[in-house]
């Protein structure tokens, strides 16, 4: 499929310089829910492209006032569509849990799906998951994975190549929060007995959150009495590491965490914290290359007087994106792996809503970061190929939505599910982005020329989903061309001429940028 986008005259300009090219071109949003009521919804894509969406289907006229309600059924739903299609199964009733259970799912290589839930039993809950083979039609019947504390928070849950799976989450037993994880050995086909990450009598103010990569390692972090801490985990061995406070992760008054980790084994955390001498709420990351320690820890910015939402991703090279909340606007970082420098803060988007945004990047680096827009609720998207800069945001869904989800395929499609609400109907709705040319930055072309004088034109491809291939090619509309980064050209007669250059990517994906130049005779 081709990707066009075209830029518009400079105007006076001498000569325009626009970050452009292939655009982020996605397709309308669906509904996936077939209900009134279908809240928080949860995303899971592989590789390959097979995606799964779980939610919690509120059923009952007394849903929209009283969710706890005897006569408000909850049911967790999940909706999935095979890879290499771009149909949505219809959903399909998972567990009936009670009030409160926040579904997760994820999925592996082969297309199984694990989903994790909190199971209301009156005062208490349990967590309860199952994992469905791929083909299957049936949701097996749960199990059990934790006791019966009086509160879960947090829990997620992650499936490797080899269908080794993991889950997590905080309990709270009495009065504070400690970190719990599980593990499901492929081989023996059972969950383990849950293990306490952190001590009984530990202070899990912020996560846990959880990283898992293809070969069953697992990383899981949490900030506990003002600590960062990271425990590592292997879902095929069925073995946690102690967990430890990386170097200098001393993190004061949280408000948020995030983790990462690649498949050769390098991983990022990144947080958000009350410097109480400042004054100021500072996002801050630690970087752990593979088989090594934690490093230093990096301040990348201020967050405002709220959350802050950090959100971090490592891709397969070990360069590191990170993206957070500063008031109402979208601020982002980056480390590359060769310098190990982060970049300065840059703004990707103003005006967003105070649940922050959610970021996801692939194995080549390619980003996509999505947001609800603070005035009209409508779901936002921008994209960053990998190397280059965040493109201009773009409306994806419709006002009145919240709580987005994203994630990219290998192929660099993104696919993205959110809530969106109409009086007392909730929907899940999804939208995917379109296959994609490569991105043409710093497209340099003259809005105003002579005949007979040479004129220079220019411009940058980076790829998207597949390599770029060969030189961009350029049509300067008076029947001549040419191929190369940069070019010149001479105007023979007088006139408006449409200039294009286009350049084409190893998976035939194509991107085209047009623009206007008068010609005069003297």
């Known amino acids: 499929m081709t990707s066009v986008r075209t830029l518009a005259a400079a105007g006076a300009a001498l000569v325009v310089t626009a970050s452009a090219g292939a655009s982020p071109t996605w397709h309308a949003a669906v509904r996936l829910s077939t209900s009134d ?22 059923q009952g006229g007394d849903c929209p006032t009283q969710p706890a309600s005897l006569s408000c059924i909850h049911i967790v739903e999940a909706a999935t569509r095979p890879a290499g299609s771009g149909a949505w199964q219809p959903p399909i009733e998972v567990a009936r849990p009670g009030i409160g259970a926040l579904p997760r799912a994820a999925i592996d290589p082969a297309g199984d799906i694990a989903i994790v839930w909190v199971h209301d039993i009156g005062q208490d809950r349990v967590l309860q998951a199952t994992i469905r083979p791929a083909g299957a039609l049936t949701w097996p019947n749960a199990n059990d994975l934790s006791g019966s504390p009086l509160q879960i928070k947090n829990h997620d849950v992650a499936l490797d190549a080899n269908g080794n799976a993991a889950a997590i989450w905080a309990q709270r037993d009495s009065t504070t929060f400690y970190v719990v994880g599980d593990l499901r050995p492929a081989a023996g086909g059972a969950w383990l007995a849950p293990v306490a990450l952190s001590g009984l009598s530990a202070d899990a103010t912020s996560g846990p959150v959880l990283a898992s990569v293809p070969n069953g390692d697992v990383l899981v972090a949490w900030i506990d009495s003002g600590a960062l801490r990271v425990a590592h985990g292997n879902a095929s061995t069925g073995i946690w590491d102690a967990a430890l406070t990386p170097a200098g992760g001393g993190v004061g008054t949280d408000t948020d965490v995030d983790v990462a980790l690649n498949p050769a084994g390098d991983a990022v955390a ?27 820890v990096t301040d990348l910015g201020t967050s405002g007087a709220g959350r802050s939402h950090v959100q971090a991703a490592v891709n397969d090279a070990g360069s590191v994106a990170a993206v957070w909340l500063d008031g109402t606007s979208l601020k982002a970082s980056g480390r590359s792996r060769p310098t190990g420098t982060w970049s300065a803060p840059a703004t990707v988007a103003t005006n967003v809503a105070p649940a922050g945004a959610r970021l996801a990047m692939n194995p080549a680096g390619n980003a996509v970061v999505v947001w609800p827009n603070a005035t009209t609720g409508a779901i936002r998207a921008a994209l960053r190929p990998a190397g280059g800069a965040w493109q201009p945001p773009v409306r994806i869904g419709g006002p009145s939505s919240f709580e987005p989800r994203d994630a990219l395929d290998g192929t660099s499609r993104a696919v993205a599910v959110w809530n969106r609400a109409s009086s007392q109907i909730v929907l899940t709705e999804s939208a995917e982005l379109a296959p994609t040319g490569p991105v043409l930055a710093g497209v340099q ?22 390599p770029v291939v060969g030189l961009p090619l350029w049509r300067f509309g008076d029947r001549k061309s040419a191929s190369g980064a940069h070019v010149t050209h001479i105007y023979r007669s007088a006139g408006t001429f449409t200039v294009t250059v286009t350049q084409t990517d190893a998976s035939v994906g194509r991107s085209t940028a047009t623009r206007k130049v008068a010609v005069t005779s003297h």
């Open 37 to 58: 009521r279908a809240l928080s919804p949860e995303l899971a894509l592989n590789a390959a492209g097979a995606a799964a969406v779980v939610w919690d289907h509120e």
């Open 270 to 296: 990144a947080w958000s914290w009350r410097r109480a001498a400042a004054g100021v709420n500072i996002v801050q990351a630690a970087f752990r290359p593979a088989g090594g320690n934690w490093g230093a």
């Open 445 to 466: 072309v003259p809005a105003r020329a002579k005949v007979g004088n040479t004129k220079t034109f220019s411009v940058s491809s980076r790829a998207w989903a597949a």
